[in-house]
C-alpha cells in the first residue's frame, strides 16, 4: 500500500502536446518594390487571409496551454487530495 501511495503521489503532471498547426511560422505577403495597383489588391487580399490563418493558429496553441494549465490544476488537487487521505482511494 506505501508502494502505491508513493508512485501515485510522484507521477508526473499531465501535459498536452502543442499541435504542429500552432507552431508553424506566419507567412506574411511582402509586396514588390514598384507595387501595381492590382499588386495592392492581392497583397490586401492575401495578407488577410494569412492574419487570419495565422490567428487560428495562435489560438490553437493558447487554447492548448490553456488546457494544460487546467489538466495540471486537477492533478495537483487530486495529488494534494490523496496526500491528506492516503487510505482513501479516489
Same mark, same amino acid.
Given at each position: 500500500m506505501a508502494a502505491r501511495q508513493a508512485q501515485a503521489l510522484t /507521477? /508526473? &503532471? %499531465?501535459?498536452i502536446e502543442t %499541435? +504542429?498547426?500552432a507552431e508553424a511560422r506566419c507567412e506574411i505577403y511582402i509586396l514588390p518594390l514598384d507595387p501595381t495597383l492590382a499588386d495592392l489588391e492581392v497583397g490586401y487580399q492575401t495578407r488577410g487571409a494569412q492574419l487570419m490563418a495565422c490567428d487560428?493558429?495562435? +489560438?490553437? +496553441?493558447v487554447s492548448a496551454h490553456a488546457r494544460e494549465h487546467e489538466l495540471e490544476a486537477a492533478w495537483l488537487r487530486l495529488r494534494e487530495a490523496r496526500a491528506r487521505r &492516503? *487510505? *482513501?482511494p479516489f
Amino acid at each position: 500500500m506505501a508502494a502505491r501511495q508513493a508512485q501515485a503521489l510522484t /507521477a /508526473a &503532471p %499531465p501535459q498536452i502536446e502543442t %499541435p +504542429a498547426e500552432a507552431e508553424a511560422r506566419c507567412e506574411i505577403y511582402i509586396l514588390p518594390l514598384d507595387p501595381t495597383l492590382a499588386d495592392l489588391e492581392v497583397g490586401y487580399q492575401t495578407r488577410g487571409a494569412q492574419l487570419m490563418a495565422c490567428d487560428g493558429r495562435r +489560438a490553437l +496553441a493558447v487554447s492548448a496551454h490553456a488546457r494544460e494549465h487546467e489538466l495540471e490544476a486537477a492533478w495537483l488537487r487530486l495529488r494534494e487530495a490523496r496526500a491528506r487521505r &492516503p *487510505w *482513501w482511494p479516489f
